[in-house]
């Protein structure tokens, strides 16, 4: 391997058991071996995570969810064929080999083909190394647990610095928030975190096949679904777009980043201004909250966007990231 070839080193730091900042088309991932407990344990340490909770597995191709789960429905493989490479998450029940430390503790296990072709390129790879046997890389977001998530190379360098061993840089992240996670674990097909793939759009692959013999089951843990994530530093409220001038009224003397499609006349606040296109906003949400919590404002305050369809993934993450305003 040439030292000179970025997704060479990339593979040689995994196999290592060390930490890859790998970039994907969603966001960028903390990156390690999945199936090496000593370079597991250490990203969780790394991103202060909780121990339950589960972290996605991304695979080099489809074929390779046999290696990784069992009980495998058809619904699985129409959602790969239609979304993978892509920024959809599919919980599956898990292969025996598959760690505790993986899955959260659970008997299930979140698998994507990411898109990105840096990353496709260091997962073919590293298939390869691992010569047959089992192949995944565990890559949640690269930032602190319940942090802004990275779009950018250099979004992880200022996160974790020398904590990480190698950082490809790919860009920046086309999608800009986290995979659609489809539960496919028991039952009908469940979106338990929405994304740039819709709702709608699985419906529309699965037809009537996902909720055959659907049966009652507790929801299993996922990434990224508690009440409070994504979050800046800076306080960060949502506030309705018909609220927004008595509320920059009632707090005038504030300094305050607004992201809103319009700029108020208001001295103390600094303006962004918010895209009127769900995948545009999704694509720049990250860095624009990044760049907010860097101003040095007392508030950030976020304009409520338009709700359903394509916007359900900008506002899952904007509700987590941010409390409402009080009345």
Known sequence: MSADDPVARAVEVL??????????????????????PAAVARMFAAKGRPADHPVIVHLAEARAIADWAVDIPAAAWQLAAAFWPGPLTIILKRAPHVA????????????????????????????????????????????????????????????FGDAVDFVLDGGQSAVGIESTIVDLSSGAARVLRPGRITAAQVAAVLGSAGAAGAVPSPVPRVSGALDSHYAPRTPTLLVAGADLPAWLDAHAGRRVALLSP??????????????????????????????????????????????????????????RAAHPAPA
């Open 262 to 319: 319009a700029a108020p006349a208001r001295d103390g606040v600094l303006h962004w201004p918010a895209p009127a296109d769900a995948e545009v906003y999704a694509h720049a949400l990250y860095a624009t909250l990044r760049a907010m919590d860097a101003a040095g404002c007392d508030l950030i305050v976020v304009q409520a966007p338009p709700q359903g369809g394509a916007w359900d993934g900008v506002n899952d993450r904007l509700r």
């Open 15 to 36: 196999l290592a058991g060390g930490l890859v900042g790998l970039p994907t088309e969603t966001v960028y991932g903390l990156a390690v071996d999945a199936s090496n």
């Open 100 to 159: 505790d430390a993986i899955t959260g503790g659970q008997d299930t296990v979140g698998l994507r083909v990411p898109a990105h072709p840096v990353a496709h390129a260091v997962l073919a790879a590293f298939a390869r190394a691992r010569a047959g046997r089992p192949a995944g890389v565990a890559a949640p977001s690269a930032n602190t647990f319940g942090r802004v998530s990275p779009t950018t190379a250099a979004h992880v360098r200022e996160e």
